[in-house]
């Protein structure tokens, strides 16, 4: 009986020796209970949250039409100066892949959107394709009919 007792009491001594005590110190970033509280309040508001006139909303996926790519830079910047001049409303990005720069615009969430623009622009930019990347949300319209 004797050994009994004297095995429980090392297997005791031995598990609570192991046992780890101290503190835990969380450190992180303070913008992340910013954006903690913009979900609850989207949650709350039912998705119905103002943002900031003419900041660009990163949005999911959607489709930008490659109006030009080549290897020569100063061609690339050439080409999106000639199709700001014909259309300035529509965003313009420039994208190098080694050896290539590619000249990709707009934001559009649907295909079809992309198709409009593809087909207006294919009399002076013959090489155009449609590319799925994630795209800038466009700016709302945030004026009300009674600010019209």
């Known amino acids: 009986m004797k050994i009994i007792y004297t095995i429980f009491f090392f297997l005791a001594v031995y598990t609570s020796s ?3 005590k101290g503190e835990v110190t969380v450190i992180k970033d303070p913008m992340i ?6 979900r609850i309040e989207v949650y709350r508001t039912g998705g119905d949250v ?3 006139p003419n900041k660009p909303v990163v949005s999911d996926y959607g489709y930008r039409v490659q109006v030009f790519y080549g290897s020569d ?4 910047f ?3 100066s000639r ?4 259309y300035p409303k529509i965003n313009t990005y420039i994208i190098y892949k080694e050896p290539n720069y590619y000249l990709r615009v707009g934001d559009f969430r649907t295909r079809l959107e992309a198709q409009r623009l593809m087909s207006e622009l294919r009399p002076t930019f013959p090489t155009l394709f449609i590319f799925r990347e994630k795209i800038n949300a466009p700016t709302l319209d945030t004026t009300t009919d009674d600010q019209r």
């Open 18 to 20: 192991f046992a780890q």
């Open 33 to 38: 209970d910013s954006l903690i509280a913009k």
């Open 50 to 52: 103002t943002t900031k």
């Open 73 to 76: 830079r100063r061609e690339i």
């Open 78 to 80: 050439n080409q999106q």
């Open 83 to 86: 199709f700001k001049g014909s």
